[in-house]
């Protein structure tokens, strides 16, 4: 939880990302209510209502047609928002590979929640791992300012890269909790984000036809891939410059003061050099913070607020510099038959040394932890079990899930 400042408001997660997309000023809204993302859509929905809004707030029979309808519309040029979770987003699937393929700058918010069955409405990340490769810029989001940010950037970002964006936070752990966080007014968010303007040729006009998303021979089809990877892997540059910029308009939330590294793709919070390394993402960090200053543990954590496109040269350039003997990744997913998703990406970083790594080994000891799914609690007592089982080398090799 962030200090409270002086324009701070002590909002519901929900209220906040409603506020913050009202201020951008979307021109199409559609959406299909679903726990727990429910409260930003009815939010958004009361602000039309009221009069407070000017965008077109469409109702839509299901999440296959919510993210159908702001498809059409981004085609057409309108700044668009949609939001969903859980088995939505699975429904929505189809829809979100096009949305990338056709290069449309969509944002959506997924207020994360575990897959079925059994069913459960709760908190984890398996429900985002499920479109990782759909070819959307990624961010999650550890508390309610950082999501506040995020959705602007998200949309700063799509639209200047044309590639979707989605911000994930944690399903009632962000979505239903309170806190202290500042919501930036239109004008500020003008100064850093400009009214739409799709780029020349972009949109689907009736006096200039074009086809998006047409059938591709192979001859055609790969290097339309290959060129939306390349755009993808070209944004990581993009989030660090966006991101400085966002700073230098709206400041920096009081809660990153002590971070060591804060560049839009992660974020480092720790000693200099830790004994254990804790790489993860979304809410969950915040705890691991708190453990980390409470207890006696030579440890840090290096938060991944970017999931897409992988910051892989980033990781590899700060653990060089932290230069931990054990690395600790922790999954809110698992993928089922191999082990955590960040673990295995972490994990593939190291196929090759790093080079001048101070250790004995030609890399650390790095360990996967599958933690919260379906809701479980992640306490301060689980962390510290977490450090100690990675310390004393108590490897799984496809993962130790900790209850």
């Not at 230069?323 to 698992?334: C, H, Q, R, T, Y």
């Amino acid at each position: 939880m962030t200090n409270k400042k002086k324009n701070d408001q002590i909002l519901e997660g929900s209220r906040a990302i409603a506020l913050t997309v009202k201020n951008i000023k979307p021109q199409v809204v559609s959406a299909y209510p679903i726990t727990p993302q429910t409260h930003i859509v009815e939010d958004l929905a009361q602000f039309k209502a009221d009069g407070r809004a000017n965008y077109e707030y469409v109702r839509a029979e299901s999440e296959f047609a919510a993210a159908s309808i702001v498809e059409g519309a981004s085609a057409q040029g309108a700044r668009v928002y949609s939001a969903t979770c859980s088995q939505g987003l699975l429904l929505m699937a189809e829809v979100l590979f096009n949305i990338a393929g056709m290069r449309l700058p969509v944002v959506i918010t997924c207020a994360n929640r575990g897959l079925s069955a059994p069913i459960t409405i709760w908190n984890d990340h398996q429900d985002a791992m499920t479109i990782r490769d759909a070819g959307w810029l990624m961010f999650f989001a550890e508390n309610h300012q950082e999501a506040v940010e995020q959705h602007i950037l998200a949309y700063k970002l799509a639209e200047k890269t044309n590639l979707p964006a989605v911000v994930n936070i944690d399903g009632f752990i962000l979505t239903h909790s309170y806190e202290p966080v500042e919501i930036p007014g239109t004008a500020a968010i003008k100064k850093f984000l400009p009214n739409y303007k799709p780029k020349k040729n972009m949109t689907l006009d009736p006096d200039n036809p074009r086809t998006m998303g047409a059938f591709a021979s192979p001859a055609y089809y790969m290097e339309i891939r290959e060129q939306l990877h390349d755009d993808l892997l070209k944004a990581t540059a993009t989030i660090k410059k966006e991101y400085s910029r966002y700073l230098q308009i709206f400041g920096s939330n009081s809660n990153k003061s002590k971070a060591k590294i804060d560049n839009g793709l992660v974020e480092y919070y720790g000693p200099k050099y830790p004994k254990t390394l804790i790489i993860a993402m979304g809410s969950m960090v915040g705890t691991i913070k708190e453990t980390i200053d409470t207890s006696r543990k030579k440890a840090g954590v290096l938060k991944l607020r970017t999931f897409r496109p992988f910051p892989a040269q980033e990781l590899k350039k700060i653990i060089k510099d932290l230069n931990p003997k054990n690395i600790a990744v922790l999954d809110k997913s698992i993928s089922l038959g191999q082990m955590g998703p960040l673990a295995s990406e972490v994990k593939a970083l190291f196929q090759s040394p790093i080079p001048h790594l101070k250790t004995s080994r030609c890399h650390p000891n790095i360990q996967s932890f599958v933690v919260g799914l379906g809701g479980r609690d992640i306490t301060r007592d689980k962390i510290k079990k977490i450090i100690k089982s990675v310390e004393e080398k108590q490897e799984d090799i496809n993962g130790k899930f900790i209850g």
